[in-house]
């Protein structure tokens, strides 16, 4: 039976693939910039596409931004050293790890910004991510070598996370499949460590050589990929979810800290000030395009609804030999890079 449906979901798919070569052309450039200031360092970078906001952090408060014009929405302090947010709109929550101190996941009110409570966790929490699929929020502990999990309905005063799962090596960012495997670098082994979450327990370590120090990681559930930013050497490498195999390990520049990938597109931000852009041609994966960004813009965050990628940058001062440039104060922004 012809339904509305089935001429609905192939509609979407040929509307996908027409889009996919406009987007591999190598066109990509800065298009905008957003003045924000203040002071605070930065780290990752969340992309509320829906809310058509930004989720930075900045050391000791989170920002949200608005995507379209820049405006600072909301400044959430109260944070030590924060690192990542993870959102769950269907509970009007974000979850934000502060690895200051013992370490603390911060929870906040997605509407009002209003902090809720604050949960226990490990030293050094850090990457952050929420698997609708799983319901659940998951986070890092360098410090712990560990795994934290626990359900974004969790009590946010006194609540307590699930025990936590040992990788025994330094983890640095996460993915997860949606199907039970949650894939994390751990940056000082050269491996990608697999959590079962049924069984709570690493069952496979595969190794990121020819490359070294994994550290950004994003994922491309429909073709069983994940794009891996490496930093010794210096490499975006491509590999197989479901097998472990290196299938492309690509030149980027120095000082890559994320990767990013949509309708068919890799992305990885390096702050040397280059935003490597990689597609699959012919079967084999290239790089279309090198960037220029600011030096220090090594973290993204890409609206996969609009192609746009927002990276945090400052302005710096002169260099002096032997030293490394200092921020201008008060000259925190954010570059919007898009296609020309």
């Not at 090596?169 to 491996?191: I, Q, T, Y």
């Not at 979450?197 to 490359?211: D, I, L």
């Not at 041609?281 to 090594?298: I, R």
């Amino acid at each position: 039976m012809l339904t509305i449906r089935n001429i609905i979901k192939p509609l979407a798919t040929l509307l996908v693939l027409a889009a996919m070569p406009c987007l591999a052309q190598s066109n990509w450039g800065v298009v905008s910039t957003f003045q924000i200031g203040g002071e605070g360092s930065w780290d990752y970078v969340t992309v509320d596409a829906p809310g058509h906001r930004l989720f930075v952090t900045r050391a000791t408060h989170t920002q949200a931004i608005d995507t379209d014009t820049g405006k600072v929405l909301a400044d959430i302090t109260g944070q030590v050293r924060s690192h990542g947010v993870a959102i769950v709109p269907k509970l009007n929550r974000g979850f934000i790890t502060d690895g200051g101190g013992t370490g603390s996941i911060i929870v906040f009110d997605l509407k009002t910004y209003a902090v809720l409570g604050k949960l226990a966790t490990m030293p050094d929490s850090d990457g952050i991510i929420y698997d609708a699929k799983l319901d659940k929020v998951m986070a890092v502990s360098g410090d712990g070598n560990a795994l934290m999990t626990f359900s974004p309905d969790i009590d946010p005063k006194s609540g307590k996370i699930d025990p936590p799962i040992k990788l025994a090596g330094a983890p640095e960012f996460l993915a997860s499949d949606g199907s039970g495997k949650v894939f994390v670098n751990l940056e000082d082994k050269d491996v990608v460590a697999v959590v079962d979450m049924k069984s709570r327990t690493v069952v496979s370590r595969w190794p990121v050589g020819p490359a070294g120090h994994p550290v950004g990681m994003a994922m491309d559930a429909a073709s069983h990929r994940l794009f891996i930013g490496c930093r010794n050497p210096q490499k975006l490498v491509v590999m197989n979810n479901e097998t472990g195999k290196i299938e492309a390990s690509l030149p980027i520049g120095s000082g890559v800290d994320a990767t990013a990938v949509a309708a068919g597109l890799a992305f990885a931000s390096a702050g040397d000030g280059t935003l490597t852009v990689a597609a699959l041609k012919a079967g084999t994966f290239d790089v279309l395009q090198t960037v220029k960004t600011p030096t220090g813009a090594k973290t993204m965050g890409l609206n996969a609804d609009t192609h746009r990628i927002y990276l945090p940058a400052v302005d710096l001062e002169p260099a002096v030999a032997g030293a490394r440039p200092k921020q201008k104060p008060n000259t925190f922004k954010i570059v919007v890079v898009g296609q020309q």
